[in-house]
C-alpha cells in the first residue's frame, strides 16, 4: 500500500475570508479530513478505532502557508503517517496548487484514548508501524508551547452545539477560528497569517464557558507571533496553548 494519501480539493465560496482567500482554517479543515480517510485506508479511521472503544484526538499541529488559493482554485493535498513517538501518532501533510506550486505544510500529533474514560491509551505494534512516509515538513518536532505570560483577556466563548464535532467535544477547527477570531477584532490587523501553532490540552463541552488569554504581540526576524492560553470557567482547566505569526 502506498505510503501515502493525496485528494484534490476545490476551493468553495464558503471558505473564503474577506480578501477572497481560503481561509487558514479551510486548510485546516483539508488536513482533518484527509487524515481520517488516509487512517481508514490503513486500518486504524474512525470506525476501526469505534470497534476498539478508543478513538483518535489532536494533541499537537503546526500549520504553515505561504500562498492562499482563491476562490475556485484546485489544490492537491498530501498526507502521510509517520509512526509512533512514545504514545503520539505522527502524521505531516503537504498542500500544492495543481501546477505543483507549493502552497504550504502541516505537521501533526495525535493521541489515542479510551472512549469512556478519555484516558490515553498505549498504542499497539502492527498497523501503526506499517507504510510509514519518511519526509518530515517541519525541521523541529512538534513540542509544548510555553505558557504566555502578561496576558490579557481577549475573548470569551460559551460552546454552542455548532461547535462539537462527532465525538461530543470542541472540533480543534474552532479553536483555531476563536484564536483568529480574537487576533482580528483589531480593524486595524491587515497582516497575512502564515503559522497557527496549537496544543490541545483538555476538551471542552457543551456549555462551557472559554475564556481566550493572549499576550501583547512579539516581534522576530521572521514577523509578529501572539500567543494565546484558553481555559474553562469554573475549575480554570486550562484548554489549549497556541501561537499565531504572521508577516
Request: glycine share 6%.
Amino acid at each position: 500500500m502506498k505510503n501515502s494519501f493525496s485528494r484534490e480539493f476545490t476551493v468553495s465560496s464558503y471558505d473564503l475570508n474577506p480578501k477572497g482567500q481560503a481561509r487558514l482554517t479551510t486548510m485546516a479543515n483539508y488536513f482533518q479530513e484527509m487524515a481520517y480517510h488516509h487512517a481508514s485506508q490503513l486500518g486504524f479511521g474512525y470506525d476501526d478505532m469505534n470497534q476498539r472503544k478508543t478513538m483518535w484526538v489532536l494533541s499537537r499541529m503546526r500549520i504553515r502557508i505561504n500562498h492562499y488559493p482563491v476562490w475556485d482554485d484546485k489544490v492537491s493535498v498530501e498526507t502521510w503517517h509517520k509512526g509512533m513517538d512514545r504514545l503520539f501518532g505522527l502524521r505531516d501533510f503537504r498542500v500544492k496548487s495543481m501546477d505543483g506550486k507549493a502552497l504550504g505544510v502541516a505537521s501533526s500529533a495525535w493521541l489515542i484514548l479510551d472512549s469512556e474514560t478519555r484516558r490515553p491509551v498505549r498504542p499497539g505494534t502492527g498497523v501503526l508501524s506499517q507504510n510509514l512516509g519518511t519526509d518530515s515538513v517541519f525541521k523541529e518536532k512538534l513540542e509544548k508551547i510555553p505558557a504566555p505570560e502578561q496576558m490579557e483577556e481577549l475573548a470569551r466563548r460559551k460552546v454552542q452545539f455548532s461547535d462539537l464535532d462527532i465525538v461530543g467535544h470542541v472540533n480543534n477547527v474552532k479553536y483555531m477560528e476563536w484564536c483568529i477570531d480574537a487576533l482580528m477584532a483589531d480593524r486595524s490587523f491587515h497582516n497575512e497569517i502564515r503559522e497557527l501553532e496549537i496544543n490541545f490540552l483538555h476538551e471542552a463541552l457543551l456549555g462551557d464557558t472559554i475564556t481566550i488569554m493572549g499576550t501583547a504581540p512579539e516581534m522576530s526576524e521572521s514577523g509578529n507571533s501572539l500567543l494565546f492560553l484558553a481555559r474553562r470557567e469554573g475549575d480554570d482547566q486550562e484548554i489549549i496553548r497556541a501561537r499565531l505569526a504572521w508577516d
